[in-house]
């Protein structure tokens, strides 16, 4: 016979086995289910739902891009959008590495959380074959040297205006506190029917894009006078703070205005000269940036907007704005997204 204590341990034998079993069955479930929330948070991600790509749990696909710390604002987050958009189109968590920067830490300006996680030992550069992108888990990209064209080139799928429209509206909608903050004090509201116009200057007209005539841009009103009826004031967004004295001598009758500079302390500026500005101080460069912010908060309220596409600012303006597309008027050459 089959003693007590024999008995007993083929019991916990038993028991175990059973456990093990169990244990088994519930991991593969439960890697099963993993898998399957994970399956339906990406198929969430989408241009109509850029939070669902952005949550911290869908990190088994990654995007990087490595800005770059020599261009201008508006170029590099006309960059960054680019590949913001193809994270989206893939499916991707997006993740930005700023350490580089000339303007300082992104997340001064903006609020996206996913910054601070670019590390990925394993992390490829995009190529301009997608399918072979498709294979590869984390990529990452940038703007400079021989990257770029494959940059360009891989992400030809996004490159339209209503989907980087909806990743920079997406984008501006998650600027910083503090920077929000500063855009709200700077903010002129005495006016909300109000035209307005971005005119660059410095080293934009050395050899990037010919000057555009303050004749031109006068026309350019008056045919929206005439169309409207109503609109009566004229924001003057520029880096060079003597173009509304030149506006106001051409056309005394008609109301400019700009920011208030005298509020900001040596604020005196006679054109943005990217060489100059990537020698200033971090501080120098944050206030000048929101200072930057604020007017194209101010132009993206406006009615209308008049600038020249060959400036970066304007073509990123045309896609934050939230009225139709033709309400951007661009005195030379049409938009285009990279």
Known sequence: MISSKTIKILKIILFIFIFIFLWIKYDQYSTQLKLLLLLNENNACSF???????????????????IWGGAGFGSEINQLLLAFAYSISTKRHFLIDSRQWNYGNFNHYFNISSTNYYFQSNRQFLVENNALNNEIDHLKTTRIGTQVRKFWLATRQVQSFE???????FLWKSISKETLNFIENCQIKNFTNYIGIHIRKGDKLKSEAPSISLEKHIKSIENIFNKTKTIQNIFVASDDLTVI???RHLKPIWNFFQINYNNYQHTNRTGHFQSKFNRLSFERKLFETRLLMCELQMLINSQYVLCSMYSNMC????????????????????WYPT
């Open 48 to 66: 109509d739902n850029i939070v669902a790509c952005q949550m911290s749990k869908i990190r088994h696909r990654t995007f990087l891009y490595i």
């Open 163 to 169: 989907m980087k429209r909806q990743v920079a509206q």
């Open 245 to 247: 004295k030149q506006f």
């Open 315 to 334: 073509r990123l303006l045309k896609i934050l704005r939230y009225q139709h597309p033709a309400t951007t008027i661009s005195l030379d050459r049409s």
